[in-house]
């Protein structure tokens, strides 16, 4: 980088600056008590217990979460999105998913697909990136029993419309898998008002916290079968894995540094007040978008203007000119980072007719400053001549 | 001899939150490793006065703790303690 400058705009894939406690305590954890939580029952092993309990309280408190042991953690979105579909899917299962979701979802689905064990019928999407809604209603069949939404777009921002979509999922009696890669710690997310069977989210991007961190909420009724068994520290004379959530699906060390930095992360987000981050996100969104429509020869995708239904997740491309080529001079002259091409969503970019070539992709966080949008729309105007 | 009394749990979720809940009650109480003549389930047993046992079952039964075993426990020295199953109906949680 020539610049010298570190702008981020890539909190989509990672977030970053992260809250200075979110650095300081997996050392802390680490240095002062790195116990291994659940085997024994010395003191450093107890304040390791301590911690991810009090993360699992965080995380309830977050989500509304009213039985922390319903609650496992998980190395990501992804991690948990495999937890939850592999765990709960059986041989002849229907499942429907969306246009809009990431390969954490897609992927997970096309290996159970292609090796026979489940059916699968995709929601379609509109070039803005909004769900039918319409045609859901006649998705449905009588074997299908999951339904997997993506809670916000990682390519256009749009956030699903998550009531009206597990009401219509429960009306026929079907559970609803919500990926929540996007929103947790971006937007307000109730999965006892809203009626939430099970919840991915990822600890690093939205709920601030360090990569290698994550997790899922299972509502009690539904037993998950486990993936992966081994150690708990629990019950350890049985060589059958225990079935008490949240060990059922915990097997093997949990990431305790991980989940020290992911609580002063969540800690940072119950203080600052989500709505607070959640109006702060969508005013730089706004701001970038409407400063964006004016700048010629660029096309934005997915919602544009001020609005409640979006992410602060803006896809843009600015004529022909190739993505990567544009985000490699945004690093290299302007030190502006942020991410190019297809975002892991090959079907949302076929939705909205950028397939293959993708979008530059920028995803402002909490962080953000005015100055920072200031110079980017600068960078981006002289790009822009630059290529015309 | 002394004697004193164990709650085991089935996993360390619960042995924590039992310590979680009973933190904010006037209990005397301890965490402590599961001693090794009880069948371990998890780690961590909670060890009190076997006067208060009744007492700490019935909060943390309230509070949807799941709860393994009641062993009373009489210790002399570093001999290998007697333990004692305790017999207490309807111990489990969710059931009662």
């Known amino acids: 980088m020539t610049t010298g400058l570190n702008l981020y705009f890539d909190n989509a894939a990672t977030s970053w600056p992260k809250p200075e406690a979110v650095y300081r305590a997996p050392e802390r954890q680490m240095r002062e008590f790195s116990g291994n939580p659940g085997r024994s029952g010395h003191t450093h092993t107890l304040k390791a217990d301590r911690l991810i309990y009090r993360t699992r309280e965080a995380v309830g408190q977050l989500f509304n979460i009213h039985d922390p042991s319903r609650i496992v953690f998980a190395l990501n979105a992804t991690d948990a999105l495999n937890i939850a579909i592999k765990g709960f899917l059986n041989q002849g299962d229907h499942v429907l998913f969306s246009a809009l979701d990431h390969n954490s979802v897609l992927r997970p689905l096309g290996r159970l697909k292609h090796d026979g064990i489940i059916e699968t019928t995709m929601i379609p999407s509109s070039k803005e990136g909004l769900l039918d809604l319409e045609q859901l209603e006649n998705l449905y069949r009588p074997n299908t029993k999951l339904m997997i939404i993506n809670h916000a777009s990682n390519v256009t921002g749009t956030i699903a419309p998550l009531k009206k979509m597990i009401a219509s999922a429960h009306g026929k009696g079907v559970r609803v898998l919500v990926d929540a890669a996007q929103t947790a710690g971006a937007i307000p997310i109730d999965v006892y008002a809203e009626d939430i069977d099970m919840l991915a989210f990822t600890g690093h991007k939205g709920l601030l916290g360090p990569t290698g961190t994550g997790g899922l909420y299972v509502r009690k009724g539904i037993d998950l079968k486990s993936y992966r068994e081994g150690g708990t520290g629990s019950k350890s004379e049985s060589d059958i894995h225990p079935e008490t959530m949240p060990e059922r699906l915990e097997a093997g060390t949990l990431n305790s540094a991980g989940l020290a930095g992911l609580l002063e992360g969540i800690i940072f987000i119950l203080e600052t007040g989500i709505n607070n981050i959640r109006r702060t996100e969508n005013t730089t969104r706004t701001k970038i978008c409407n400063r964006l429509v004016d700048l010629k020869r660029v096309k934005l995708y997915g919602p544009q203007t001020e609005n409640d239904h979006t992410v602060a997740v803006i896809s843009f491309t600015i004529n022909d000119t190739d993505c990567g080529e544009i985000g490699y001079i945004l690093e290299n002259t302007y030190g502006i980072l942020c991410r190019t091409g297809l975002h892991c969503a090959p079907f949302a970019h076929q939705a909205i007719g950028t397939f293959p070539q993708g979008t530059i992709r920028l995803s402002p966080g909490f962080f953000t400053t005015d100055q920072d949008l200031d110079y980017l729309i600068k960078a981006l105007k002289e790009i822009i001549d630059l290529v015309s | ?96």
């Open chain 2, 1 to 96: 001899m002394t004697a004193s009394c164990y709650i085991t749990f089935p996993t360390t979720f619960f042995a924590i939150r039992a310590e979680s809940i009973l933190k904010k009650q006037l209990c005397s109480y301890k965490m402590v490793p599961v001693h090794r003549v009880i069948s371990s389930s998890c780690g961590t047993a909670l060890r009190c006065e076997c006067d208060n046992i009744e007492e700490i079952k019935f909060i943390l039964l309230e509070n949807n703790v799941e709860l393994e075993g009641f062993y009373k426990l009489k210790e002399e020295g570093l001999k290998t303690p007697v333990i004692i199953p305790l017999a207490i109906d309807d111990w489990e949680a969710g059931e009662k």
